[in-house]
């Protein structure tokens, strides 16, 4: 198992194996962080999309891992404003950094910067394809919670067309024999080429836009927000805002060990 040099693009650039060996890694850090570990390491952290959690994490990280961070949490202040390309960007940034964490608004950005750049490129997030970093912290947090990966009713709710936290998750539950619910109005439902990859592996699932249909199954809801940023027309988002609501009502009907994540902001 070879991590070194290694970009972080997409999830299913990582087989069950890797995976599970950095839920063991990060296990043995929660409490320990190594202080030293980092040192003299530099992370440029390219945010060309607006991020709280993401970006501030990665710094928060590399800080308690001892090393440093520059980079821009808007495009708006850097020199795309004046025609820059994304290829020289990440050209320019490798010369100041030891590795890049980037995000962007289109659908295979990491993968290109990836190519251009001589150090290794995290993805924070390509358009709604990939959030490969948000799943593992997902699957930390449900193997934490509720013991283990294997064998979990897991439902999938909201915005699963655009949602990339959705897509990342579900390639990677797919090593842990689960059963799916995905839980949207039909014209957010989670994308064919999703179900394609589940049928050529016989994992189960289900598709409904009904929230309450399979609530007493679900070991884990994992609920997302509408992504208004994505949509081409502003008056179709209207159409679902709010659709789905967890409140009190829905929680008398699920176990009573049921799970609830968001990878935020909710709305
Ligand atoms: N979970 C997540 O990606 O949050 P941010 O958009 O705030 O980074």
């Known amino acids: 198992m070879e991590f070194k040099n290694r970009d972080i693009i997409s999830i299913n650039d990582?087989?069950?194996?890797?995976?599970?060996?950095?839920?063991?890694?990060?296990?043995?850090?929660?409490?320990?962080?190594?202080?030293?570990?980092?040192?003299?390491?530099?992370?440029?952290?390219?945010?060309?999309?607006p991020s709280t959690r993401t970006r501030l994490s990665f710094t928060s990280a590399m800080e308690?891992?001892?090393?440093?961070?520059?980079?821009?949490?808007?495009?708006?202040?850097?020199?795309?404003?004046?025609?820059?390309?994304?290829?020289?960007?990440?050209?320019?940034?490798?010369?100041?950094?030891?590795?890049?964490?980037?995000?962007h608004p289109l659908e295979g950005s990491a993968r290109l910067a990836a190519e251009a750049a001589?150090?290794?490129?995290?993805?924070?997030?390509?358009?709604?394809?990939?959030?490969?970093?948000?799943?593992?912290?997902?699957?930390y947090t449900i193997q934490r919670t509720k013991g283990r990966l294997e064998s979990l009713h897991i439902g999938f709710v909201g915005d699963l067309k655009y949602g990339r936290t959705v897509h990342s998750l579900v390639i990677a539950l797919s090593h842990f024999n689960p059963t799916f619910y995905?839980?949207?109005?039909?014209?957010l439902q989670i994308p064919e080429n999703y179900l394609d990859g589940l049928y050529q592996k016989k994992i189960k699932y289900y598709k409904t836009s009904d929230l309450t249909r399979f609530s007493k199954e679900l070991d884990v809801i994992y609920v997302t927000r509408i992504q208004k940023e994505r949509f081409p027309d502003p008056l179709e988002y209207e159409k679902f805002k709010g659709v789905y609501r967890i409140d009190e009502s829905f929680l008398h009907h699920v176990k009573k060990d049921l799970k609830i994540m968001h990878p935020l902001p909710t709305l």
């Not at 990060?26 to 409490?31: E, G, I, K, L, W």
């Not at 308690?64 to 025609?83: D, E, H, N, R, Y």
């Not at 995905?182 to 014209?187: G, K, L, S, T, V």
């Open 14 to 49: 990582f087989s069950k194996e890797e995976l599970l060996h950095i839920l063991k890694i990060v296990s043995q850090m929660h409490n320990k962080p190594k202080a030293n570990m980092l040192k003299g390491k530099i992370l440029a952290t390219l945010f060309f999309e």
């Open 64 to 103: 308690q891992l001892g090393g440093q961070v520059i980079g821009f949490s808007t495009a708006s202040v850097t020199s795309v404003q004046k025609g820059e390309s994304l290829w020289d960007t990440i050209k320019m940034t490798e010369q100041y950094s030891d590795v890049i964490a980037m995000r």
């Open 118 to 139: 001589s150090v290794p490129v995290i993805n924070g997030g390509d358009g709604s394809n990939q959030h490969p970093t948000q799943t593992m912290l997902d699957l």
């Open 182 to 187: 995905f839980i949207a109005p039909d014209e």
